[in-house]
């Protein structure tokens, strides 16, 4: 019997211990890691709100003794019992976990959390099973792509406090979380104030009112930026934050090297077949600009505007301001200059204008800068010109680079009053670049308008691995501009195009008499630069969204009734795309111009290089995914799923795994629209 | 099973997300192994670590290291584990599995080829009708190798009373044993 007694133990430690050897599947893992996430980031949210309630006079205060505790369990209990808890989820759950912190296994108390919670939970889980089943290749190490390089840059920087993460949460030293046996104060935050501007989507035109659309380029990034830091956090972000073609040019794109020096850029007009509406086309304008060698770099002159008031003391806006701050130092020339301006409650010079070799010397001033008083943003801004106008050189690039979390609150508040004291500035030859930082009282509109009026780029750093994109990696492109107020004008041939609508560039939008009109400022673009535009078009015979008018003048009947003329190439052909360019500090534009003939078409039949149906592509993906978080008006069944699978088939190389993190990102939004 | 270092908690408590996702990259293979035992099946197993993940998340807050990490997080996995259980209305198949149970271990003990976890689902399965509390005690004591102190501390009850159920346990299976030993 012993023997048996043995053998049986034996058997089931043996099963029991198999088990424990059993290996993790990285996929669950995953999952479980995201969904954990998830709920970490709501809880982090909740513990913001709900802090601001009534319902912290509840919670037991550090001075509690045992027998406090236990009276305040009692006092909750009765409370949980009395059916109140329905009365708010949000309280519930900070109160049952509160319960539970000294008598952990409680189950019943469980049993009264699950219901509520249960529905949020199980969606959750539901998601992120079909996120997983919908991606099959999908493997954990993207997440570590995506969050690893902060971490790894927060530990090369020597700083884990300072290290970038929810704004709410870094505000604590760790000591003080345990020292306090009890809720946690946290520092209240301007939550819901970011300003967005409102623009209407761009409509869908017939071609026979309206042949003729015409923008200015955008190569701004701050929109992605900020809509990343949204869906991070497990949250859709609001429409009006979201700019479809900031997030298009948010990635570099593949398009070839002008073949000569002679104009700057390089213009690609490819039609491929919109995977939203079937039967439409669409017509992508890919730009790219030459790269400069190091040789070529002109001089550069920078000051640093740095906004130092009481609303940038948070982690991820003054030290990361700093951090920003050093790792473009790096990328300067030794005789390069930088010098620093700083606003708060007045506008002050910390630096004058120091060669960039005496690195020690401006890290020493930048390390000094604490946060604290109201913002003067104007006085800063009038300041750092000044500066930079004591130190101008020609032929060099003067730039001032504001960085701020747009909040004006003092001195000139009017936005058109700064925008044309930044015009006049521009004029004079010293430009102007915006970097945004940090979260709830951002103001987009502001900053927008600022760095377009100052031919730089506006864009939004919340992280410290954004900062090295922006400013190390992008630096010749966000520096030395190699085209100025480059403008696009497309005309579509009414025998081949119904309809069309150009996606996004609603803020860029120009009349159609400006192309020609050099007065009118534009887009810039940087050395390296690509910039992408999309129309989304329905040929002739397509299913149109506007009816043809009943009443047409005679000669335009006869023009329509004449159709595509086969043997007519210009008739075949779907648009002409026109550019205006200026090269930099001239005054006079430049013209390019490109047919668009149908043989420019892409699909699976067609047989083009690797490059075009990739780039081409992912920049539909994204362009599809933007237009989804703008609430899909014309994106018909087209999903999140399909933005997935498109942008995952083509990621390409991506050596820096931004197109990686978008991958992510749309599964996070998928995420965030299921709750 | 490395315990997460006292920093590392505090930081994630204090909101620091890259702490937290570690801590749960960290703690996931236990998480999911404890699970394993539980259920018996992987994808069940899967499910219910999910779940505790995302319960770790709710309260990681609410860990006053009065304990040891493991012990509050073994806590949480077997309030995530009888949840699922619940609502999977499981205590039917489970009584079905009972049956079978006492063939499943001789099987295994004559052969040792029976697929070690469906021997150890229908085994334990039979272990959990024992009583309240039994197939926890063995999950931790004999699965996770703790101490009964240690699996007392988890289960708030009294140390003897896991030397007790344990006991008992093996007792019982001895019992079942010979019966079957000496039966067909």
């Known amino acids: 019997m012993t023997d048996k007694q043995n053998a049986a133990d034996a058997a089931l430690t043996r099963a029991l211990a198999d088990a424990q050897d059993t290996p993790v599947d990285a996929g669950a893992k995953a999952r479980a890691i995201d969904a954990a996430l998830m709920e970490f980031d709501r809880v982090q949210k909740k513990n913001t709100e709900s802090h601001q309630g009534f319902w912290q006079r509840w919670r037991p205060t550090g001075t509690l003794t045992t027998l406090g505790h236990s009276i305040m369990e009692l006092f909750q209990r009765k409370w949980l019992y009395s059916g109140i808890a329905a009365a708010s989820v949000a309280v519930l759950t900070v109160m049952v976990a509160q319960q539970m912190q000294h008598t952990v296994v409680a189950p019943e108390l469980d049993g009264a959390q699950v219901p509520q919670l249960n529905g949020e939970r199980r969606l959750a889980k539901k998601e992120a099973l079909e996120l997983a089943e919908s991606e099959a290749d999908y493997t954990p190490t993207e997440e570590v792509i995506v969050t690893g390089a902060r971490l790894a840059l927060a530990k090369e920087k020597g700083k884990g406090k300072e290290k970038p993460a929810s704004p709410v949460a870094q505000q604590l030293p760790a000591a003080s979380v345990v020292a306090s046996d009890s809720f946690i104060e946290i520092p209240s935050q301007p939550q819901g104030r970011d300003d967005f501007e409102h623009v209407d989507e761009n409509p869908v035109k017939r071609v026979v009112d309206s042949p003729v659309s015409t923008f200015s380029i955008d190569v701004d990034t701050a929109s992605y930026s900020f809509v990343r830091r949204q869906l991070n956090q497990g949250v859709l972000p609001q429409k009006d934050a979201v700019r479809v073609e900031e997030l298009v040019n948010y990635f570099d794109y593949d398009y070839p090297l002008p073949s000569t020096k002679d104009t700057p850029f390089s213009t690609n007009v490819i039609v491929s077949d919109s995977p939203w509406t079937a039967g439409n086309k669409l017509m992508h304008i890919g730009i790219k600009g030459y790269q400069l060698s190091a040789a070529q770099k002109p001089k550069t002159n920078l000051v640093f505007l740095l906004d130092v008031s009481g609303s940038m003391n948070a982690p991820d806006k003054l030290p990361l301001v700093k951090q920003s701050m050093e790792l473009l130092l790096s990328q300067l020339q030794p005789d390069d200059t930088v010098a620093i301006a700083v606003y708060a409650g007045a506008a002050g010079t910390v630096l004058e204008p120091t060669a960039a070799k005496d690195k020690q010397k401006i890290l020493t001033a930048l390390n000094q800068l604490s946060a604290g008083g109201s913002t003067a943003g104007a006085q800063g801004i009038k300041l750092a010109y000044q500066l930079a106008a004591a130190n101008f050189e020609q032929g060099a690039v003067n730039r001032v680079i504001l960085a701020t979390d747009g909040d004006f609150n003092v001195g000139i508040t009017n936005r058109e009053e700064l925008k044309g004291f930044v015009e006049r500035e521009r004029n004079k030859g010293i430009y102007l670049s915006v970097l945004g930082f940090g979260q709830g009282n951002y103001h987009d509109h502001l900053m927008q308008t600022l760095a377009q009026n100052g031919n730089g780029v506006a864009a939004y750093i919340d992280t410290l691995s954004e900062a090295q994109k922006v400013l190390v990696t992008e630096a010749t492109r966000n520096l030395f501009p190699i085209a100025q107020d480059v403008k696009i004008q497309v005309e579509f041939n009414p025998n081949t195009v119904q309809e069309y609508r150009l996606i996004g560039y609603e803020t860029r939008a120009l009349a159609r008499e400006d192309f020609n009109n050099d007065k009118v400022d534009a887009g810039d673009i940087g050395a390296g630069h690509s910039v992408t535009a999309i129309y989304e078009f329905t040929p002739l015979g397509g299913k149109a969204l506007i009816d043809s008018p009943r009443y047409t003048p005679k000669n335009a009947v006869t023009e329509v009734e004449a159709g595509p003329d086969q043997g007519n190439l210009l008739n075949s052909e779907y648009a002409f795309v026109k550019l205006r360019y200026k090269l930099p500090g001239a005054a006079e534009s430049r013209l390019l111009e490109q047919p668009v003939p149908p043989v420019n078409t892409i699909n699976a039949r067609t047989r083009v290089a690797a490059w075009v149906q990739r780039e081409t592509d992912f920049a539909t993906a994204v362009a599809g995914f933007a237009q989804l978080l703008k609430g899909g008006k014309y994106t018909g069944d087209w999903s999140y799923d399909d933005a997935l699978a498109l942008a995952q088939a083509s990621k390409g190389a991506d050596p820096y795994g931004y197109r990686t993190e978008f991958v992510q990102l749309v599964r996070k939004a998928k995420m965030a629209q299921g709750l | ?184």
Request: charged share 20%; with cysteine; aromatic share 8%.
């Open chain 2, 1 to 184: 099973m490395t315990a997460p270092s006292r920093e590392l908690i505090e930081s994630a408590q204090a909101g620091d997300r890259q702490a937290f996702a570690r801590l749960v990259d960290e703690q996931y293979a236990v998480v999911f192994r404890f699970a394993l035992t539980w259920c018996g099946v992987r994808e069940d197993a899967e499910d219910v670590a999910q779940q505790a993940c995302i319960k770790l998340a709710q309260n990681l807050g609410q860990f006053r290291f009065e304990s040891a990490f493991h012990t509050w997080l073994y806590r949480l996995v077997i309030n995530c584990a009888k949840d699922w259980q619940q609502a999977q209305g499981r205590h039917q198949r489970e009584r079905l599995h009972g049956e079978s149970a006492e063939q499943a271990l001789a099987q295994q003990t004559a052969q040792g080829s029976v697929e070690t976890l469906m021997f150890l689902q229908s085994v334990l399965a039979w272990i959990a009708q024992l009583g309240e509390g039994f197939k926890e005690a063995v999950l931790l004591v004999l699965g996770q190798g703790l101490s009964h102190k240690e699996a007392a501390d988890i289960l708030n009850v009294k140390e003897s009373t896991v030397s007790w159920r344990i006991h008992e346990v093996r007792k019982r299976i001895a019992q079942w044993q010979q019966d079957s030993g000496s039966g067909p």
